[in-house]
């Protein structure tokens, strides 16, 4: 990147934009847009809180709904023994515009994964947000090498982030046309997702749902990081991980720019004690066993939302946030097995409801014929392990004690067939 912006190995993102005399300029230049943000916000945040209750579920297909973020450049012939292994279905795999000379690397890599649906997010620098031509260029590039084998082209990441290059959504909005314009022109083929807002500042989502731009999307990615707030459960402003995404939802069902599709391309927790490889500060990170317990809630929560697409964690490999810490050789964190685990077991799921009541919660699906509850409370209590009953950890290991404790670890409890046939028969889907 062009200075005052600089990259951070370590946390794999951008650097702290240290120049406020440059940030409060750039702002300056981009004050309409910020204008029309806010007052876009008074009409249309209102009105998707308004339309909540109106909008259905989707049928979320399974086999694509665990995605998983992946460095092409890390540790690459582990990355595809541990995708193989894995046997995830998605991948989300990150392209800088500022080192397009490894484009040829990612192309292999891409064309060693073509079984798999890749979403390719592409990120941007000041450059090419500034050097629309340069942009276009790049990106006709980018598509004629890997239209066959992206299935989504995500453009720009983190808008609402200024160290990683925008400073309005308006800014985003002329960064993206360059990329539609170019689908209607010459990649009619290939599917372009947007928005790129990360955490959960909606006005930034309004401006890129609700404006005068001529370019639509193929569907909505948003980075939906809630690890600020601690568990997914916790509320911001009265909402929890589930009304977040609700309320997302309903902002892509009001938008005439968009196809009906939304994508978390992007979430994760930061793991304590791993500073300066940490992408947040100490105060918001946790320890591995809480990681992979909010990590698994996360997914629980998004998928019985039944209202988003996909979820990619980031990521596999990654000191300070990812499945693996490949500081001292490799070592696959907890979190890898309950990946592992989830993923071979609900990939196939169809979901049948979500009861909470009290702070517990239990997801219902059917899988392969068989009754599945997956319970957890944010409050430890236990559950007499019935006989009908066939409990297993995050992780996959059979659990035989006669009391069950149910605490911020969710347990996978399978119903025997009998049993679950005639207890839920009347509550399957389809």
């Given at each position: 990147?062009?200075?005052?912006?600089?990259?951070?190995?370590?946390?794999?993102?951008?650097?702290l934009?240290?120049?406020?005399e440059?940030?409060?300029?750039?702002?300056?230049?981009?004050?309409?847009?910020?204008?029309?943000?806010?007052f876009?916000s008074?009409?249309?945040?209102?009105?998707?809180?308004?339309?909540?209750?109106?909008?259905?579920?989707?049928?979320?297909?399974?086999?694509?709904?665990?995605?998983?973020?992946?460095?092409?450049?890390?540790?690459p012939?582990?990355?595809?023994?541990?995708?193989e292994?894995?046997?995830?279905?998605t991948?989300?795999?990150r392209?800088?515009?500022?080192?397009?000379?490894?484009l040829?690397?990612?192309?292999?890599?891409?064309k060693?994964?073509?079984?798999?649906?890749?979403?390719?997010?592409?990120?941007?620098?000041?450059?090419?947000?500034?050097?629309?031509?340069?942009?276009?260029?790049?990106?006709?590039?980018i598509f004629?090498?890997?239209?066959?084998?992206?299935?989504?082209?995500?453009?720009?990441?983190?808008?609402n982030r200024?160290?990683?290059?925008?400073?309005?959504?308006?800014?985003?909005?002329?960064?993206?046309?360059?990329?539609y314009?170019?689908?209607v022109?010459?990649?009619?083929?290939?599917?372009?997702?947007?928005?790129?807002?990360i955490?959960?500042?909606?006005?930034?989502t309004?401006?890129?749902?609700?404006?005068?731009?001529?370019?639509?999307?193929?569907?909505?990615a948003?980075?939906?990081?809630?690890?600020?707030?601690?568990?997914?459960?916790?509320?911001?402003?009265?909402?929890?991980?589930?009304?977040?995404i609700?309320?997302?939802?309903?902002?892509?069902?009001?938008?005439?720019k968009?196809?009906?599709?939304?994508?978390?391309t992007?979430?994760?927790?930061?793991?304590?004690?791993?500073?300066?490889?940490?992408?947040?500060?100490?105060?918001?990170?946790v320890?591995e066993?809480?990681?992979?317990?909010?990590?698994?809630?996360?997914?629980?929560?998004?998928?019985?939302?039944?209202?988003?697409?996909?979820?990619?964690?980031?990521?596999?490999?990654?000191?300070g946030?990812?499945?693996?810490?490949?500081?001292?050789?490799?070592?696959?964190?907890?979190a890898?097995?309950?990946?592992?685990?989830m993923?071979?077991?609900?990939?196939?799921?169809?979901?049948?409801?979500?009861?909470?009541?009290?702070?517990?919660?239990?997801?219902?699906f059917?899988v392969?014929?068989?009754?599945?509850?997956?319970h957890w409370?944010?409050?430890?209590?236990?559950?007499k392990?019935?006989?009908?009953?066939?409990?297993?950890?995050?992780?996959?290991?059979k659990?035989?004690?006669e009391?069950l404790?149910i605490?911020?670890?969710?347990?996978?409890?399978?119903?025997?067939?009998?049993?679950?046939?005639?207890?839920?028969?009347?509550?399957?889907?389809?």
């Open positions: 990147m062009k200075k005052p912006f600089t990259w951070d190995d370590y946390s794999d993102q951008p650097a934009l240290k120049d406020k440059y940030k409060k300029t750039m702002r300056k230049k981009e004050r309409a847009s910020l204008l029309y943000m806010f876009a008074l009409v249309f945040l209102p009105l998707s809180l308004l339309a909540m209750p109106f909008v259905k579920r989707k049928e979320i297909d399974t086999t694509y709904f665990f995605a998983l973020g992946v460095d092409f450049e890390r540790e012939a582990l990355t595809q023994e541990l995708l292994e894995l046997s995830v279905e991948i989300v795999v392209l800088k515009l500022w080192e397009m000379e490894k040829p690397q990612l192309a292999a890599f891409i060693a994964n073509k079984q798999r649906k890749i979403i390719l997010k592409i990120m941007q620098d000041r450059e090419h947000i500034e050097d629309l031509n340069l942009l276009q260029k790049d990106l006709e590039t004629s090498l890997l239209r066959e084998d992206v299935a989504l082209f995500e453009i720009g990441s983190t808008i200024s160290k990683w290059g925008f400073f309005s959504a308006g800014e985003y909005l002329r960064f993206y046309k360059i990329a314009d170019l689908k022109s010459k990649f009619q083929d290939i599917e372009l997702i947007g928005s790129g807002v955490d959960f500042e909606l006005y930034y309004v401006h890129t749902l609700f404006n005068f731009c001529k370019c639509k999307y193929d569907g909505i948003s980075l939906l990081y809630v690890d600020r707030r601690g568990a997914p459960e916790n509320t911001q402003l009265g909402f929890s991980l589930t009304d977040k609700a309320l997302l939802s309903t902002m892509v069902w009001l938008s005439p968009t196809k009906q599709k939304l994508y978390i992007e979430t994760n927790w930061p793991i304590s004690g791993t500073a300066p490889y940490a992408p947040t500060s100490e105060y918001e990170c320890s066993e809480t990681y992979s317990d909010y990590m698994l809630r996360y997914y629980l929560l998004a998928f019985a939302s039944q209202q988003v697409d996909a979820v990619s964690w980031h990521q596999l490999i990654a000191p946030c990812g499945l693996i810490d490949n500081r001292e050789g490799i070592r696959k964190r907890e890898y097995a309950v990946y592992k685990y993923l071979h077991t609900l990939k196939n799921a169809q979901f049948l409801r979500l009861d909470i009541k009290r702070g517990y919660y239990i997801i219902q059917w392969n014929e068989q009754l599945l509850q997956v409370s944010l409050k430890e209590t236990t559950l392990n019935e006989e009908f009953f066939e409990v297993y950890s995050k992780t996959g290991q659990v035989e004690d009391i404790t605490g911020s670890a969710p347990l996978y409890i399978f119903i025997t067939k009998e049993v679950g046939q005639k207890v839920n028969a009347s509550e399957r889907i389809g």
